[in-house]
């Protein structure tokens, strides 16, 4: 196997090291850290890649433009320093030191601190908005600074041009007589202005005093694992945690969604069915000030604490108690006792409505956020089970025809996703899977049975990755759906990604525990057809026009993706159903969507967009930038107007589901809010369009 020397020889390496010398201090941790991430990256990555002097250059660059890519911080003589280790980054790693990112880590805190007292001597001043000076406001078509008279010259115009946007929206509030603005003097306002942008960014800057040497190593072993993709990552315990809820929905704690406000933590959401929601007490915007654990009279102040560490004090196992001291919205102070528990999160899983049409057909719309699996509960949730249940209730209802959205789903469970591919077609291939070393693995339903015979369409965008893709590839491979899309393609994502322990590498030495994990690409998949959807996505059958149709977007935007292949395909084929005539459908759709004013205007507003964002430079002139934008607000709020219209009628919920949700009040507010947004989708008014033309054409 290439590189397998180079394998055993670093896990040899990190074996002994920390086999025979307890470590005394926290080099050595970050020491055997990059030691196990080579070896995992070395032994499991679908496409390993030869650490020479040619990647520490790809690493550096990587880098330097995450740490400072806004220009904000380093100068040219900075970048200099630094440029001495743009070859040697691969003997570092090798060596398990961290010189390098000692230096950038010291380079960019000295450029913090000074340019916090440029930014708040910049704002001390009113600004003159009459000149024509021009500001490139994307930090990356900058040089760095030639020295620090040309960087501090950076953050005046920066600030400049923050406080000409807010004194805009000041001075539209005074002309239009809002009763805070209309006696106030330009003078006023613009002072106003800059104290608004002091207080954003004063806020920014606790925020990274705050940061850990934990927070810059992650960003530094980041960069060495996204130059073999963008997915292979390292996890620090906490961020594993974070992931594993997002996929399974379920967490171990008290049902509160937090967030930082200044020093303080403030409850952002109280999730319902929650341990706070069942307890009463705990409420939106407290400030949570102090955690303490049972009944241990300590109590740990959390006062300017990062947010995942005040996350790590307030989880728990289920059954535990945890105290808060909350500062309410009144001023008073309380003490809240609340038992931890499991706590679902809903808003992610699979949900289901009925729509019936103007030419009377009933329609079933089936929502699927994520492919989303508890992998840690063998009893826990599964989005295949989910979408089962929703199909089967669809069913009953006597559905027509049923349009599965998929729109900026992220994709998930590779398991979940060939399952629920299988519920609409007969045994067969969903998906080929291929590993570095060895040849195709042919994924597959085995189940004869079909859930759903009848017409289906697939909704898509842009957004719809992994999973997703592997969904829409087959169905459309097999001829079984119609693949409606915003945009030219799908994300472009075909890569399969595992996590492995970094603790497993070494043997012993909890002293260095936990280490975290890695989330490695190992293999990439394939379309039954033998094509992948890495880069190129999948290219829905319709396409629908929408603010990023113009945009570059996906993995082919990403750092260092990996390049589209091909294989072999694979026999397919069902006969469960297809629709009459695809290209009549298409005809049909492209006619429709020519005279579709608000998908024309779509298409309109996709172009300014493009333009708008080509065009980074700004004139920092008071009143061109008020032109400009009245103009551009005037046609956002022409187009918001567009989708303000209830088009998409005979809305509802499915019967069975009616009673659960009236039973809860702040799930009856979140489902109106859902069924409201459906009935303004033009998107789905053209997709059920689409589903006529079918039933038509069947």
Not at 53 to 69: A, C, H, P, V, W
Not at 402 to 409: E, G, H, Q, V
Not at 571 to 581: A, D, E, I, K, T
Not at 659 to 668: H, M, N, P, Q, T
């Amino acid at each position: 196997m290439k590189n397998r020397g180079l394998l055993l020889s670093l896990t040899a390496a990190a074996a002994i090291f920390l086999a025979f010398y307890l470590p005394v201090n926290n080099a050595q941790k970050e020491a055997a850290l990059m030691q196990s991430i080579l070896t995992e990256l070395n032994y499991y990555h679908y496409k390993p890649l030869e650490l020479d002097d040619k990647l520490s250059e790809k690493i550096y660059t990587l880098f330097l433009n995450r740490m400072d890519g806004a220009r904000r911080w380093l100068t040219q003589p900075d970048v200099q320093q630094l440029e001495a280790w743009k070859t040697k980054l691969d003997d570092e790693a090798n060596e398990g030191t961290f010189t390098f990112l000692d230096l950038a880590v010291k380079l960019q805190e000295d450029g913090i601190k000074k340019t916090q007292d440029w930014y708040r001597e910049i704002l001390a001043k009113p600004f003159d908005f009459t000149t024509n000076e021009s500001f490139e406001t994307d930090g990356e078509k900058k040089p760095f600074a030639k020295d620090d008279a040309t960087l501090k010259d950076y953050w005046r115009q920066s600030m400049k041009w923050e406080t000409m946007t807010r004194l805009a929206e000041k001075l539209e509030k005074k002309e239009k007589g809002e009763e805070n603005f209309k006696d106030k003097t330009y003078e006023e306002l613009e002072a106003e202005a800059r104290k608004d942008v002091l207080k954003v960014y004063d806020d920014w800057y606790v925020r990274l005093e705050k940061r850990k040497r934990n927070d810059y190593l992650s960003m530094y072993l980041n960069t060495f694992t996204n130059i073999f993709d963008p997915h292979t990552e390292y996890y620090e315990p906490i961020d594993k945690q974070n992931f594993d809820i997002g996929m399974s929905g379920r967490l171990e704690g008290i049902g509160a969604r937090l967030q930082t406000d200044g020093d303080l933590t403030k409850v952002s959401e109280i999730i319902v069915g929650g341990p706070a929601w069942k307890e009463g007490k705990l409420e939106e915007n407290d400030r949570i000030m102090k955690v303490a654990q049972g009944d241990d009279p300590e109590w740990t102040d959390i006062t300017g604490m990062v947010i995942n560490d005040v996350v790590q004090l307030i989880r728990g196992k289920p059954g535990t108690k945890v105290r808060l001291s909350v500062k309410k919205a009144d001023g008073s102070t309380k003490e809240i006792v609340i038992i931890r528990d499991v706590v679902i999160i809903e808003e992610g899983f699979a949900k289901s409505l009925l729509i019936e049409t103007e030419e009377k057909e009933t329609i079933g719309y089936l929502r699927l956020p994520k492919f989303y699996a508890d992998f840690n509960n063998s009893n826990g949730r599964r989005c295949a089970d989910d979408v089962a249940v929703e199909l089967e209730k669809l069913k009953q209802a006597g559905v027509q025809g049923i349009i599965l959205d998929l729109r900026s789903n992220g994709g998930g469970s590779l398991r979940d996703v060939v399952k629920m591919s299988g519920f609409f077609v007969e045994e067969g291939p969903i998906v080929q899977v291929k590993s570095r070393t060895r040849k195709a693995e042919v994924l597959s339903d085995d189940d004869p049975g079909v859930q759903y015979s009848g017409p289906l369409i697939v909704m898509v965008n842009q957004f719809s990755a992994s999973a997703s893709e592997i969904l829409a590839a087959a169905l459309q491979d097999y001829g079984r759906a119609v693949i409606v899309g915003t945009g030219t393609s799908t994300f472009g994502k075909g890569t399969v990604q595992r996590f492995f322990d970094l603790d497993a590498v070494i043997r012993g030495n909890p002293e260095v525990k936990p280490l975290g994990e890695i989330k490695l690409t190992v293999q990439k998949f394939f379309r039954v057809n033998g094509g992948s959807t890495q880069l190129r996505g999948v290219t829905p059958d319709i396409v629908l026009p929408d603010n990023w149709l113009y945009l570059e977007t996906g993995e082919k935007e990403e750092d260092f993706p990996m390049e589209w292949t091909q294989i072999d395909p694979v026999p397919f084929s069902q006969n469960v159903y297809r629709p009459g005539n695809l290209n009549k459908i298409k005809e049909m759709a492209s006619l429709r969507i020519n005279k579709n004013e608000v998908l024309l205007k779509a298409k309109e507003r996709a172009m300014r967009i493009k333009q708008q964002r080509d065009d980074s430079q700004i004139v920092l002139n008071l009143d061109a930038y008020r032109q400009k934008t009245a103009q551009w607000k005037a046609e956002d709020e022409a187009y918001d107007k567009l989708f303000e219209a209830e088009v998409v009628t005979g809305v509802k919920n499915l019967t069975a589901d009616v009673a659960g949700i009236e039973a809860d009040e702040s799930k009856k507010a979140r489902n109106d809010e859902w069924v409201k947004g459906v009935k303004k989708d033009v998107y789905l008014q053209e997709t059920l369009h689409i589903m006529h033309d079918m039933l038509v054409l069947k």
